[in-house]
């Protein structure tokens, strides 16, 4: 290793033991040898996607041109063409990965797809386009999306039973935090009946940080006292400091214990919506705050260029905060603030911003074939 490698901060991050994924993906990305240069120089070791970033992706040059016009030749329909598009891309990036995978034992070179976001309230159809995703891609080493909704639940362990890795999306409470480790836990027992290699299965759980932020923020603000402002922009790391307290007390049971032992692997804990809302916050504050052993932080790129220009990595510092954090969730109920209100207020907003951009996707992905269509004609 050089003495770069050892002291970019992203460098000292992956050596506190945290994962560095990419939060984005672009055919763009993939032709070009970007993700290779982020390997190598940046420490990345994963990507996710959702359908923000692939709608983003769609908009923008003309990268996906051939292909639209190959699929708008062929016949397909828009959702069939988005989920050729999609899976196309995230297996060209799984492929990229593949020695970060070999490397990893599995844990890392990860990409995630995910399900449609309407079927975020359908077990039944989530748990089967989980698996034609999973058939699709074709790729052991990528991730299905599955968001944490009640019937997501259902779905991730079915998914998890069936031998099919998946990272659950979409967690705001710690409450929910412990149902999607229990759905995870039920998922490797049915897998275990049915003589299902437990080593080859592996999660992470989705813990959203700057949001929670966002949200109480703003009531904050509202209320307006010096007491409330001096709570400000405290809640999402208290949040996700005591998410990984819940991590570490669930996989130390007696019930994860008997599938640790079986070659079963912990679900990790992975901050996701890292990215600075606030422009009076540091940048990489969702980074430096976070750092532990055994989490993934899926960075947007800007997240992730702060952090390797100047972020400050003092070890794991998480490490300790636990009655600290649970002293600023006491404080912030204490204004009037319903925890369990703001949460499930996230997640139904969550849900429906994936749906407004699965639209956008769709929109997107019809009008260049109505118009490969038109150039064929």
Known sequence: ???????????????????????????????????????AEKNVVGVTTNPSIFASALAKGEAYDEQVR???????????????????DVAHGCDIFKPVYDATNGFDGRVSIEVEPGFANDAE??????????????????????????????????????????????????ERYRDVINA????????????????????????FVSRVDTEIDKRLVAIGTDEALALKSKAGVA?????????????????????????????????????VKDPSLPDTLYVTELAAP???????????????????????????SYAAANKVLDAIAAQGISYAEVTELLEKEGVEKFIVSWTELLETVQTALDAAKGDNA
Do not use: C
Request: hydrophobic content about 40%; proline content about 2%; overall charge negative.
């Open 239 to 275: 949040n996700a400091q005591l998410a990984y307290e819940v991590y570490e007390q669930a996989f130390t049971t007696e019930r994860a214990k008997v599938l640790l032992e079986a070659g079963a692997n912990k679900q990790r804990p992975l901050w996701a919506s890292t990215g």
């Open 184 to 207: 995870y836990l039920a998922g490797l027992e049915k897998a275990q009946e049915a003589g299902i290699d437990l080593s080859g299965i592996h999660s992470v759980a989705s813990f």
């Open 1 to 39: 290793m050089t003495d770069t490698e050892i002291t970019t901060p992203t460098a000292q991050l992956s050596a506190v033991g945290v994962s560095i994924w990419l939060d984005d993906l672009s055919r763009e990305r993939l032709r070009t040898d970007n993700l290779q240069k982020l390997i």
């Open 294 to 320: 055994e989490v993934v932080n899926t960075m947007p790129e800007k997240t992730l260029d702060a952090t390797f220009d100047h972020g400050v990595i003092t070890g794991n510092t998480i490490a300790g």
């Open 125 to 174: 159809k989530t748990i089967k386009q989980a698996k034609e995703l999973y058939d699709k891609v074709n790729k052991e080493n990528v991730l299905i999306k599955i968001p944490a909704t009640i019937e997501g639940l259902t779905a991730i362990t079915a998914t998890i039973a069936a031998g099919i890795s998946v990272n659950v999306t979409l967690i705001f409470s710690l």
């Open 70 to 88: 190959e699929l708008a030749a062929a016949g397909k329909n828009v959702t069939e063409s988005v989920f050729e598009i999609t899976t196309s």
